[in-house]
């Protein structure tokens, strides 16, 4: 069993969406003692839009106000009903902190997997989805792929999203190195060129010719932008944008550990709302923050704030920031940045 965790903060709504579509079961944590949340009625429902079968975790069963009855209860008001109320969704009480019904749960999630009859085909050429993609300093770009058919060797030459490469080597789960990856295996790359956003498709091809050829047609693909026709409503915002020229514009240069988090971050400037302030992306990315990152501080026009979330600056970076008087802000809590 590969668990693929997802984080409940509302911040990442789309990873939770993404999570529902490369699982086969989606494992629902609800807190005995908290009910059900908005986050919960928002994973029921990525869950019920990928059409993937729930199995209900109720968690913290050991404190003194675990209320089981009660998430029950509440979940049956979006239709997920255990097996004793004449549902089809399996139900499990655990405690993580004492350990208690986890090894129920695993034969929960076994038992479904037995009715869905799961299968894959190992002896095929590999197909994933990336989970996640980074760079890291000695080792390049890298991402993180699940295996969801055939098997990944190393050598294989590969297309992700807009990336490609070939394996050069592969970490299980616990950092160790493997030579091949089978079905529902997440494993993390090295040899990719380029950094694949969390969610493109991942797959084996034949030689690197065709696979330079597609993801040189996805990116160019993704650089078309749809240009906005003119309406009513377009251009009195124009107009109005124009006569709030009052309002000062904060630049801001994003730099993320991983594509996740960036994505996230952003989602949450998007719904940002101020009447004195207006909040533009410069520019955003993932790695550490560079020298190229404060010199587009320095040059550009409006009043720029440098935001790493996970990362910090190079050296050089530092002293350029330092002597240019550039801010640069860390933060490693979602909600606190």
């Known amino acids: 069993i590969t668990f693929f965790d997802t984080p409940g903060h509302e911040a990442f709504t789309t990873m939770r969406a993404r999570g529902a579509k490369v699982t086969d079961i989606v ?32 968690n913290k069963i050991d404190l003194s106000e675990a209320n089981p009855q009660n ?6 008001e979006h239709e997920i009903l255990s097996e004793e109320m ?12 004492s350990k208690k019904n986890l090894d129920k749960l695993e034969e929960v999630i076994l038992l479904q997997a037995e009715i869905l009859n799961l299968k894959a085909n190992p002896s095929k050429k590999a197909i994933g989805a990336i989970v996640e993609s980074k760079v890291q300093q000695g080792k390049g770009s890298t991402a993180t792929v699940l295996i969801q058919e055939g098997s990944l060797k190393v050598g294989d030459i590969f297309v992700a999203g807009p990336a490609y490469g070939k394996v050069r080597a592969m970490n299980d789960d616990m950092g160790k190195k493997i030579i091949e990856a089978k079905p529902s295996v997440p494993v993390e790359i090295i040899g990719i060129t380029g950094t694949p956003d969390a969610g493109d498709d991942f797959k084996v091809v034949e030689n690197e010719t065709k696979a330079k050829e597609i993801a040189s047609y996805r990116l160019n693909k993704s650089k078309i932008k749809v240009t906005e026709p003119i309406t009513k409503e377009n251009l009195e915002k124009q107009l109005s944008d124009k006569s709030n020229e009052k309002i000062k514009e904060l630049g801001l240069i994003l730099k993320s550990d991983v594509q996740g988090s960036l ?7 998007e719904k940002f709302k101020n009447d004195e302030i207006k909040i533009k992306i410069i520019h955003k990315g993932v790695g550490e923050i560079n020298q190229s990152d ?7 026009e409006s009043s720029v704030l440098t935001v790493g979330f996970n990362v910090k600056p190079n050296n050089l970076a530092r002293d350029l920031a330092k002597r240019d008087k550039i801010e640069i802000k860390f933060f490693t809590v979602i909600y606190e940045l």
């Open 263 to 269: 994505e996230a971050i952003i989602n949450g400037i």
């Open 27 to 58: 494992v629902l944590v609800v807190a005995a003692d908290d009910g059900v949340k908005e986050t919960t009625i928002e994973a029921i429902n990525h869950a019920k839009a990928a059409d993937v079968p729930i199995i209900v975790c109720i």
């Open 86 to 97: 004449g549902g089809k969704n399996l139900f499990v009480e655990v405690s993580a902190k």
């Open 294 to 300: 404060v010199a587009l501080a320095v040059a550009s």
């Open 71 to 76: 998430v029950k209860n509440q979940l049956m």
